[in-house]
């Protein structure tokens, strides 16, 4: 069952007003039935079917708006299927449940390089580092090749026809 674009909007402002009104909770209060949504989501998405992935995903967030984790495994599905756009919205709204998950700094960074905002994604290269001081994060070297890169480079091209027609 696929949702509509207005069902994850809705969730979505679900996951913002329940925030704001119940606070945040830590992740094992994540509901049990969501979170085994997103691990068959996330098997869904390692084995490459992303339409799977994503409703279970989608499902997963239904169930308990707090779920962060499905949003970030969202976030990478929107990713692959090249939608970095949709990918850093998505990405938003986990580090709204959580503002130092690494995971979701560093993959809207690289999300934000796709779009080409690198200043913005230097911004999350930042925090990643803040958070990791203490430890070491493989994020913030995939962030920095990512940044180091730069954003994908697209061209224009015309074919211009080999003879032009008569006008008179």
Excluded: H, W
């Excluded at 069952?1 to 909007?9: E, K």
């Excluded at 830590?26 to 049990?32: N, R």
């Excluded at 239904?62 to 976030?75: T, Y």
Aim: glycine share 6%; charged share 20%.
């Amino acid at each position: 069952m696929r949702y509509t674009s207005v069902a994850v909007a809705a969730a979505l402002t679900l996951v913002t007003v329940a925030t704001a009104v119940q606070g945040q909770r830590p992740e094992d209060a994540v509901d049990a039935r969501s979170l085994a949504l997103l691990a068959k989501g996330q098997a869904q998405q390692a084995a490459g079917n992303l339409d799977a992935a994503t409703d279970l995903l989608e499902s997963a967030v239904a169930v308990d708006p707090r779920n962060r984790g499905a949003f970030v495994s969202l976030a990478e599905v929107a990713k692959t299927r090249g939608l970095p756009g949709k990918a850093i919205r998505l990405y938003r709204e986990a580090l709204s449940l959580d503002p130092n998950d690494v995971a979701a700094l560093s993959g809207q960074g690289e999300a934000l390089v796709a779009k080409g905002a690198v200043i913005r994604a230097r911004e999350n290269l930042a925090k990643v580092k803040l958070v990791c001081a203490k430890r070491a994060c493989p994020e913030v070297a995939a962030l920095t090749a990512s940044i180091a890169k730069g954003p994908p480079i697209v061209t224009a091209a015309a074919t211009v026809p080999a003879a032009l027609p008569k006008t008179d």
